[in-house]
């Protein structure tokens, strides 16, 4: 699945469009690549870095593609990140990487109605920059 696939079904837009590919996704996990780090128009840089912290919103893009993929041609809900838990930041900056692709992935833990637990890591070459879990609430009957 390519970028115009995902964001068909999740509701990023414009250069907040972060991951390029899913490279492979089951009911239980997704693993996508994404090169915009290397972007110097990154939306997210501030004062032309990008912190190591936004590869969160890489994670948190994947989590999203995962529920949405799940449900298969359900209506899209409203889900929101509820909590983090036990995240580690192992990299300062994002944009020092290079040109290499980040590898980000996500594996759902639990899940009911209301929302999702997700273990997610976030790394470039063979290196981790941020790992931890993901608690998403999912509007009930909210398309």
Known sequence: MVAHEIYRRIPHDGAMRLLDAVTDWDDTMIECAAGSHADPEHPLRWLG?????????????????????????????????????????????????????????????AAQGGGAQYAFDVCCAAQTLTRGMMTVAIERGVP
Do not use: C, M, N, W
């Open 49 to 109: 870095r990008l912190a190591g912290v936004h590869a969160i919103e890489y994670a948190a893009q994947a989590v999203a593609l995962h529920a949405s993929l799940v449900s298969g041609d359900a209506p899209l809900r409203r889900a929101y990140v509820a909590a983090f838990r036990r995240v580690d930041l192992l990299a300062e900056r994002l944009d020092t990487l290079g040109a290499a692709p980040l590898a980000v992935r996500a594996t759902l833990k």
